[in-house]
C-alpha cells in the first residue's frame, strides 16, 4: 500500500518586501538534483495570501515546508546553482613574525645614520627643535607634495626614533 502524495509548498521574502510561493504537487521536491516546483509565483504581499495562490494553482490543500526550498527557487531564477556551496574552513592566521623575521625596524636608507644626523640636528635636541625639524623636512620630502616617499619615510623613522630616544632614560 502507497501513501497518497502530499503537495507540499514554500514561501520565501522577495527584495521587494512581497513574498515568492513555489509549490509541488506531482512529487516531492529533491535535493540532488534540484526538482522545480511545478507552480510558483512572486507578488503576494502576506504569506497567507501566498499560500492561498499556491492551493489554488494546486487545486488542493498544501503542507508549508521550509522556505529554503523557494529560496533555492529563486536562485534558480537568477541563474544560480540552488543550493550555494559550502565555504571552505579558513585556516588559521599565520603565526605573527618573530624576532629573526622581523622587519628591519628603519629603512635601508637610514641605516648606520644617526636620526639626529638625518634631522639635521645636534644630539641634545629637544623634542621642540625635532618637531619642527620634522616638519619642515616633511613639507620638500612627502610624496603628496612633490618628495620622494623612500626619503620622506627616512625622516619619519628619524623623527620617530628620536622622540622615542628623548623618552628613555639614559643608561649610565
Not at 2 to 22: H, I
Amino acid at each position: 500500500m502507497t501513501l497518497p502524495l502530499r503537495g507540499v509548498y514554500a514561501v520565501t521574502p522577495t527584495r521587494r518586501r512581497r513574498f515568492l510561493w513555489a509549490a509541488w504537487w506531482t512529487a516531492e521536491p529533491t535535493r540532488e538534483p534540484f526538482r522545480p516546483p511545478d507552480a510558483s509565483q512572486g507578488g503576494a504581499r502576506t504569506v497567507e495570501e501566498a499560500r492561498a495562490q499556491a492551493e489554488r494553482a494546486a487545486g488542493r490543500p498544501l503542507v508549508e515546508i521550509e522556505p529554503a526550498w523557494a529560496t533555492a527557487w529563486t536562485r534558480v531564477l537568477r541563474g544560480e546553482p540552488p543550493w550555494p556551496k559550502p565555504r571552505a574552513r579558513r585556516e588559521a592566521p599565520p603565526p605573527p613574525p618573530g624576532p629573526s623575521r622581523r622587519a628591519p625596524s628603519r629603512p635601508a636608507s637610514a641605516r648606520g645614520a644617526s636620526p639626529f644626523a638625518v634631522l639635521g640636528l645636534a644630539e641634545a635636541a629637544s623634542a621642540d627643535e625635532i618637531r619642527q625639524a620634522f616638519r619642515r623636512l616633511a613639507l620638500v620630502t612627502h610624496p603628496d607634495r612633490g618628495g620622494d616617499a623612500r626619503e620622506f619615510m627616512r625622516v619619519k623613522w628619524a623623527h620617530d626614533e628620536a622622540m622615542a630616544r628623548l623618552a628613555r632614560p639614559r643608561r649610565r
